[in-house]
């Protein structure tokens, strides 16, 4: 089973100063891991993923995310939030070695953490 | 512009009728999903299907049906036996099984329902 957790209903931050949303999974296999940005009452857009290689994974918007295997974590970060980042973000897991065409494709979500930067 | 269009954005029914919710894509994505989003709880994943006259129960599948007719195209229905319909829906798709599918997902803008 797989499993997202993202510890923080709402993160703060001004303007300008550094962006840092947290997530931590939990797979039996491997993991797949993707960010997504939400705007209110919008679909979800792609920010990044992680699949192999490099730990520290650049995205769009500035976002990058960096892999720690051993605490089983995916932290996002932004090196100056803009009051534009303001959205829902959320965290996805997928166990890349599951093999049945049951679960292929299927993301765990976390439940989200919104994010209010102040001018 | 190759996307996924879901209509209508805003719902509004009564209690008792069954609606429909449309997705359509144009990515020539084999696999397709339907959400459902409510807040403080993330997605959860209703129906999906990754190949055509083919589909699976997610987590929260009562009260819902779906059919995959044509590969663009994977409506839901909300049915009256879905006690709390109110929500917002999220459908999206992935390229499927075939290639060096990491299983990202591309999600419509939404459907919101609110029941009367």
């Known amino acids: 089973a797989q499993s997202v957790a993202q510890p923080e209903d709402q993160v703060n931050v001004a303007e300008g100063n550094p962006l840092t949303v947290k997530c931590t999974y939990s797979?039996?296999?491997?993991?797949?891991l993707f960010w997504y940005v939400q705007y209110p009452n919008r679909g979800l857009q792609f920010l990044l993923k992680?699949?192999?290689?490099?730990?520290l994974v650049k995205g769009s918007y500035g976002f990058e995310a960096e892999f720690n295997k051993s605490q089983t974590s995916f932290h996002l970060k932004k090196p100056s939030a803009l009051v534009s980042d303001s959205a829902l973000y959320f965290c996805?897991?997928?166990?890349?070695?599951?093999?049945?065409?049951?679960?292929?494709?299927?993301?765990?979500f976390g439940a989200g953490t919104q994010v209010v930067v102040t001018p | 512009d190759g996307g996924i269009t879901q209509s209508p954005k805003y719902l509004f029914r009564k209690e008792g009728q069954n609606v429909t919710l449309s997705c359509e894509q144009n990515?020539?994505?084999?696999?397709m999903y339907w959400y459902r989003q409510d807040p403080g709880q993330g997605l959860r994943l209703i129906y999906y299907?990754?190949?055509?006259?083919?589909?699976q129960k997610g987590d929260i599948a009562e009260g819902y049906s779906v059919s995959r007719e044509k590969k663009e195209s994977f409506p839901l229905t909300v049915t009256s036996a879905q006690k709390n319909p109110t929500a917002f829906y999220l459908c999206?798709?992935?390229?499927?099984?075939?290639?060096?599918?990491?299983?990202?997902?591309?999600f419509g803008e939404g459907s919101r329902l609110t029941v009367l």
């Open positions: 999206a798709s992935s390229i499927g099984l075939a290639g060096m599918n990491t299983g990202e997902l591309f």
């Open positions: 797979v039996s296999g491997n993991p797949y």
């Open positions: 992680y699949i192999t290689g490099d730990n």
């Open positions: 996805a897991v997928r166990d890349s070695t599951e093999g049945t065409t049951d679960s292929w494709g299927k993301l765990q």
């Open positions: 990515l020539n994505h084999d696999a």
């Open positions: 299907s990754h190949i055509v006259n083919d589909f």
